[in-house]
């Protein structure tokens, strides 16, 4: 939990934590509290059902998952005209399904939630998986979709190019990569995509934030022990930093950023000592 108590942080941890609500609503939830505090969230839950209105009506009686796929692309992708954002890519807006709702265009992350809510309410079973850095979803063990690519049928040769292309041969893939990915994992994700756009365009005090809703829920994560220490650096919260700093180092002594981090703590103490 973070050093001072943040009345965001802890309305998060209570509404995301509460079973009685579902994921869309704690994405739009979310929204909310960091960005859109005037967010009508019963709203944007009717434009999703409003979406789907007109595809359930048609597909009644449909069972096949093919045929249901199928007709779900050609709805939400060319009837509705949704796309995968190639254009601003890292806009933090990306990340906010109201957003995604409103300008129709996201993230790999946002598009598989909305694809999956639409599918559900025509009757057809899909998952979000969690493979790295694309974010895809899945009906049964066989059928992988990309919702970013236009619902896409995913092949072993396309899903191990999505990897090559964001990680060169660092990674191999697993079979674990097209796992379900649970609630609270997407919602941690959404987050930290949060936290490095704002990071990334010098808004420290949203990414510390976010840092602090992931930390509520992964208390013991090395990585968000590690960010947290360097955006409160970028803060000027030079002993807060090299608490969580010299932390870091002392639950992953072996990480490949120690060099790096060492010196981020050298200079930070010589900031603190002048």
Same mark, same amino acid.
């Given at each position: 939990m973070p050093e001072s108590f943040d009345p965001f942080v802890a309305e998060w941890v209570a509404y995301s934590s509460d079973p009685k609500y579902n994921l869309v609503e704690k994405c739009l939830k979310l929204a909310q509290i960091l960005e859109y505090p005037d967010l009508d969230i019963t709203q944007n839950i009717q434009k999703i059902n409003d979406m789907a209105k007109s595809l359930k009506v048609l597909l009644s009686d449909v069972k096949n998952p093919t045929y249901l796929i199928s007709?779900?692309?050609?709805?939400?992708?060319?009837?509705?005209?949704?796309?995968?954002?190639? /254009?601003?890519?890292?806009?933090? %807006?990306?990340?906010?399904?109201?957003?995604?709702?409103?300008?129709?265009?996201?993230?790999?992350?946002?598009?598989?939630?909305?694809?999956?809510?639409?599918?559900?309410?025509?009757?057809?079973?899909?998952?979000?998986?969690?493979?790295?850095?694309?974010?895809?979803? %899945?009906?049964?063990?066989?059928?992988?979709?990309?919702?970013?690519?236009?619902?896409?049928?995913l092949s072993m040769e396309d899903l191990e190019e999505i990897l090559y292309r964001n990680f060169g041969e660092e990674i191999e893939f697993s079979?674990?990569?097209?796992?379900?990915?649970?609630?609270? %994992?997407?919602?941690?994700?959404?987050?930290?995509?949060? %936290?490095?756009?704002?990071?990334?365009?010098?808004?420290?005090?949203?990414?510390?934030?976010?840092?602090?809703?992931?930390?509520?829920?992964?208390? /013991?994560?090395?990585?968000?022990?590690? /960010?947290?220490?360097?955006?409160?650096?970028?803060l000027q919260k030079y002993q807060k930093a090299l608490d969580h700093l010299n932390k870091y180092l002392e639950i992953a002594p072996e990480a490949q950023d120690v060099d790096f981090i060492l010196e981020l703590i050298r200079n930070t103490r010589d900031k603190l000592n002048r």
């Open positions: 007709m779900l692309n050609e709805h939400l992708f060319t009837t509705l005209e949704f796309q995968g954002d190639t /254009d601003d890519y890292y806009d933090p %807006k990306n990340n906010f399904l109201n957003e995604v709702l409103a300008k129709k265009s996201g993230i790999p992350i946002t598009l598989s939630i909305l694809y999956v809510e639409i599918a559900k309410r025509i009757g057809l079973d899909l998952k979000v998986c969690g493979f790295p850095s694309h974010v895809v979803v %899945k009906h049964g063990e066989d059928i992988i979709l990309d919702p970013f690519g236009g619902g896409r049928l079979p674990e990569f097209l796992d379900e990915l649970p609630e609270d %994992k997407i919602l941690v994700r959404i987050i930290r995509n949060l %936290k490095n756009s704002y990071a990334q365009s010098y808004a420290y005090d949203k990414a510390l934030r976010c840092a602090d809703m992931i930390l509520a829920v992964e208390p /013991d994560s090395p990585d968000e022990i590690r /960010d947290k220490g360097i955006v409160l650096e970028r």
